[in-house]
């Protein structure tokens, strides 16, 4: 059974542009989150998607946005990138919508922002 | 304040030593989980604690849940360099979303 897998691995963008990065989860997972995971700040949540819809969000600005498919792949976009935005991002899927289900992580996207 | 602080913060020790590393909390939560993180690669559920004084072993590690249920610790019986990564642990808020300790950053020199 395939894992979560994310696209690109690796990018590198410069300030002001804007980036997109996808994720594909579990065959049959239907809930995805994603991370972003930084030395200084460590890991820290971005939003979950459910079923086509977003059920949370963290503490990030609106430069930060998302989105699930019908067969629950998912996207995230940063729009004017900024330096600090430079960061490993983590997407994670698991079976269904409720608590008690194991969470499993992609091996991330790394980008950097120049 | 980090709800979730976990130390030491970074740890090398040597191939074959113990070791414990610990997370902590001034909140009381109902469960809690280990996460191990490989270099280049996203975490991995170790274990998950729900009962206060619970002690799981998954081969030479043991995960212990505070009584209070706001600590709890994980230790390692002579490390081996397959150990290293950094050991995150997470509670679970809402839904699918989780909070994560500072992390502790393992190193097992052989």
Sequence with gaps: KAGVTQTPRYLIKTRGQ???LSCSPIS???SV???QQTPGQGLQFLFEYFSE???NKGNFPGRFSGRQFSNSRSEMNVSTLEL???ALYLCASTPGGGSGNTIYFGEGSWLTVV | TQLLEQSPQFLSIQEGENLTVYCNSSSVFS???????EPGEGPVLLVTVVTGGEVKKLKRLTFQFGDARKDSSLHITA?????TGLYLCALRRTGNQFYFGTGTSL???P
Excluded: F, K
């Design chain 1, 18 to 20: 804007q980036v997109t």
């Design chain 1, 28 to 30: 049959g997972h239907r």
């Design chain 1, 33 to 35: 989150s994603w991370y």
């Design chain 1, 53 to 55: 819809t977003q059920r």
């Design chain 1, 84 to 86: 600090g935005d430079s």
């Design chain 2, 31 to 37: 469960s809690l989980q280990w996460y191990r993180q």
């Design chain 2, 79 to 83: 490390a081996q360099p397959g150990d």
């Design chain 2, 107 to 109: 190193t097992v020199i």
